[in-house]
């Protein structure tokens, strides 16, 4: 999981004839300018557009070259040049489809959403607001405090600190905040309104002491063009991994196959974990580190080994095959090279190998096996 950078781009749209002129600076040489290579960085993104917002800055941008498009003028067309720019030379960082946004004021969000990135394992980014919200701001017996304002104002638009720079790369997003007066915060309203979720799959997911989450997921429908909104889920403050997991585990979602790696000797094989709590629970014991198990053959049928911790049982009757990983009695992990009938839970599968080079490769007697996610 990856936690993103960010820069300031709100308020681009807005920005339309904005100028500086480049003869109230020190002069700039252009020509030797054009000809060096300039590599910008988010900060120069977040420095243009405060200047072009008449907001202070904290670098002095007397030497700095932001006349992209060498016109003279410092304006909105040098800014989206300039990100442009940025985001053609920042490398790929993330094969990752899906993202976790999230506001919280006072943390019960950010629980829940970093249960679902364990969960997930998807990217993540905390929406934070640019004036940020103290105690006095949300306190719901004041009627004249900051968070009463905004949200009996459904045109407010909460500035955020460090808005994400793109949303492109993903499909999904998993978009959380707390219910403030039975709606959606205002500043989910700003982060909603800055970027196109047209084309994307969008979650949303709550917390609350007693309001639902029906009146958010309406106004979110309505406020932007969304591709695909599936029903979110409230949560309190007291929920608990397993509640987001089996909510995550309800949704109608594609969900990427979780892979292990074995290792067995100087042989390392790839397995596919199964669609069960105990897989789960196998995978999430996996996430602290590898395991090496000590394994012995029993049966003529298979290697077992018994497993530091525990595991959650989902015992059915199976006849095994060859490459089968079965958890017996919840706390023994065994490799399956031959046939055997019982009751007892399946991990997973190894993949592409026959019953010949999976014998061939555990071999006779004890062996150390180490497993590991991919």
């Known amino acids: 999981m990856k936690k993103l950078f960010s820069a300031s781009l709100a308020g681009i749209t807005l920005l339309t004839f904005a100028g500086f002129h480049t003869d109230d600076m020190k002069e700039i040489d252009v020509v030797s300018t054009a000809t060096e290579s300039v590599a910008y960085t988010i900060e ?40 442009r720019e940025l985001l053609d030379s920042m490398p790929e960082t993330t094969e990752n489809n899906t993202i976790v946004v999230y506001f919280s004021r006072t943390g019960n969000t950010e629980k829940i ?28 017996n004041n009627a004249s405090c900051r968070a009463n304002q905004e949200q009996n104002d459904k045109t407010v638009r909460p500035e955020i600190a460090e808005p ?42 709550c917390t609350s002491a007693s309001s639902g989450i029906s009146t958010s997921e309406k106004n979110i429908a309505n406020l932007v063009p969304i591709g695909n909104q599936l029903a979110g889920k409230r949560f309190s403050a007291s929920a ?13 979602l594609e969900k990427a196959e979780q892979k292990l790696q074995i290792t067995v000797r100087d042989t390392i094989l790839t397995a596919t974990l199964a669609d069960n709590s105990s897989a789960q629970a196998f995978a999430e014991l996996l996430k602290k580190g590898e395991i090496t198990v000590d394994m012995h053959d029993y049966g003529s049928f298979e290697k077992v080994g018994e497993l530091p911790e525990t595991l959650p049982r989902n015992d059915e009757q199976i006849t095994t095959e060859a490459g089968d990983i079965i958890l017996y009695l919840g706390n023994n992990i065994t490799i399956y090279y031959d ?36």
Request: proline share 4%.
């Open 44 to 83: 120069d993104v977040r420095n243009l557009q405060n200047f072009l917002l008449a907001k202070p800055t904290e670098e002095n941008l007397k030497d700095k070259f932001y006349d992209l498009n060498y016109d003279g003028v410092w304006n909105i067309f040098d800014l989206c040049l300039m990100k």
């Open 164 to 205: 994400i720079l793109s949303l492109d790369s993903y499909d999904t997003v998993f978009l959380g905040y707390p219910i403030w007066w039975g709606q959606e915060p205002r500043i989910i309203d700003t982060f909603l309104e800055s970027y196109d979720f047209s084309e994307k799959t969008v979650i949303p997911f």
């Open 240 to 252: 608990s991994k397993a509640d987001v997991s089996v909510w995550y585990e309800s949704l109608p």
């Open 339 to 374: 046939v055997n009938t019982w009751n007892f839970t399946k991990l997973g599968h190894i993949d592409n190998i026959t019953q010949n080079e999976l014998k061939s490769i555990l071999g006779e007697g004890n062996v150390s096996i180490t497993f590991a996610l991919k």
């Open 113 to 140: 959403a970093e249960y679902l990135l364990d969960l997930t394992d998807a990217d993540s980014y905390v929406i934070e607001a640019a004036v940020p919200y103290t105690d006095e701001d949300i306190a719901y």
